[in-house]
């Protein structure tokens, strides 16, 4: 038996989300045994990743379609990189590793492991399985080259281009030979675009009173492909930039996520003069192709054609002011939590 | 020698669209021949069609991708269908009937005829080209077959159903076996939607305080396709009500036209969440279909198996009005002016 620290949900938020929405208490222990007969599968969490849906999560909305919610009361979950301490089902064995859908906490009891994926390269650092080489790389891996088409030589747009997805965004458009311009919110993350992940251009969007006159600078032909991370204005002034046929993948809209009610997109009209294609998509439709995304990206990581950057919380106890600071732009990089050395 | 009586587009509207921003003028006359040497056709025009996308035309708009203006103090265009007076063009012969982009006048001369329909088929009334035969027929079957990807039993929702293109969008759904909802601006729209277009369910969205509310009543399995003509708050109620994988296709944003500044849409989180594609199109990019689109629909037609409604406006006088009704939904059926007599 083990004490199980754990980051608790207390209660649906409304607006933005503060620290004290979560709490982090060691008030269970748990047996590091899986429940005999049973197959689920016990992990001991190393690496917790702080993504931008969690925070839709957090609002009640029971409409269909939407998010399911965390229940108050309990463990927050999200996608992490763990070890197998102990299994009842055939498939996963004591002292693999694994990615997947976990909890905030020191231990997890996984009821369904067939939802994890296991971890086949482990010459790579495995908080990796949190940003490039697990969700986000997969959501921009198929976001970039399933959603927006994109052709060689064509204009690409990222928001919130310093973050998980979109750094991989820009690589990848760039190793296609596009030209990419990514817009963040600190100049030390504009520098970091230009000079570590090989950006075009980018630019600080706070430091920029017109987001129109923005892009038509940096973009006077216009844009191809937008890929949308952060939506309200920044999505209307791209609509105004876009060019005919070109398309948006939405991937997400962080900028809209702790308000009260969202922004409005007045430029619309734009969908059908332009005849821009916009279309949303989730990565768990595409979790069937991860395998062969993980063999096509750890070459490119080895011989250092792709960069990645992340930001590292240590232990639990900063788990929530990880997760708060993710829609206050104050990580570089893709941002995690560090449980547990491996 | 004639005269001439025409349309004048008098300057750029802002707001609501007013008769006074146009003038029925009788200054000019016009030879019945085309210039000596050239390739252009003279039309003596029979019908004009009212359209939502000229609206746009009328606003000053020099950005990239938007409508290109009426000029102020120049003649209106749009769709019409026309006879062949003379012809300097060898693919045009006197007595010929076509259709395509001509003035609002009695006569035009066509500097580039290449841009004209031949019509082929003159046992259906000829009117019937500026709508169910032209480029509002053509702009529904593209949008729905080609933008939907339509599948027998969806559940689709048409805006602004009782228009030129809505009648036929709901038409062809009922024909490919799915389950249709329109919305219209009065009881009498209503009526005529469910009794004589065949729509399973329709409303009066003037008297639906809550459209939301409405579209969850219509729709308790939720939207599969919608076919966008209207825009702004009906979008929003929309979003709320799509299912997964559903898709959009945005025809046009009537109810956005008149404003200063469109309806700011708050709901587009929910392309992520639901994966939903919106995509905007133009029929001109489908132009290239419209003879095989023709040969599609007359049979329809002439078996009854689609039935089509005209609200016609008689001379050039009324044309106007004609237009700025279309605006106040006061049309019911395709707005068209008669010009002259076949």
């Known amino acids: 038996m083990r004490a199980n620290k754990k980051v608790v949900f207390k209660d649906y938020v409304t607006g933005v ?25 016990l992990l001991r969490n190393l690496y917790l990743s702080c993504d931008p849906h969690m925070r839709a999560q957090m ?66 650092p495995l908080s990796y399985y949190t940003g490039i080489l697990g969700m986000p790389g997969l959501t921009a891996f198929v976001g970039f080259h399933e959603i927006c088409s994109p052709k060689k030589g064509e204009y690409v747009f990222v928001s919130a281009a310093s973050g998980a997805v979109g750094q991989l965004v820009g690589q990848f458009a760039k190793l296609m030979g596009c030209y990419v311009v990514g817009s963040a919110g600190s100049d030390e993350k504009v520098n970091i675009l230009k000079n570590k992940f090989g950006f075009d251009e980018a630019f600080n969007y706070k430091k920029e009173p017109d987001l129109n006159a923005a892009l038509e600078r940096f973009f006077p032909e216009g844009i191809d492909i937008y890929y949308e ?45 332009k005849r821009i294609e916009m279309k ?24 250092r054609k792709i960069a990645y950057m992340e930001d590292k919380a240590q232990g639990l106890d900063s788990a929530p002011a990880a997760l708060v600071g993710l829609f206050a732009g104050r990580n570089v990089g893709k941002q995690l939590v560090v449980v547990a050395d491996e």
């Open 59 to 124: 609002t009640k909305n029971d409409r269909r379609g939407a998010m399911h919610n965390f229940l108050p009361g309990s463990v927050i979950s999200g996608f992490g990189v763990g070890k197998v301490l102990d299994s009842g089902h055939p498939d996963f064995k004591t002292g693999e590793y694994v990615w997947g859908v976990t909890g905030w906490e020191e231990y997890s009891l996984i009821r369904a492991p067939e939802t994890l994926f296991k971890i086949k390269h482990t010459d790579v």
């Open 229 to 273: 991370n952060v939506g309200g204005s920044m999505l209307d002034a791209v609509l105004l930039n876009m060019r005919e046929h070109s398309r948006i993948a939405v991937c997400g809209m962080v900028s809209q996520y702790n308000l009260e009610r969202s922004e409005g997109v007045h430029n619309l009209i734009f969908l059908v003069t």
């Open 280 to 303: 949303g998509f989730n990565v768990i439709d595409h979790f069937h192709r991860h395998s062969q995304f993980v063999e096509t990206i750890i070459p490119h990581i080895k011989d």
């Open 17 to 41: 989300v503060e620290e004290s929405d979560m709490e982090v208490v060691t008030t269970d222990t748990v047996q590091l045994k899986v429940p005999e007969g049973s197959t689920a599968v």
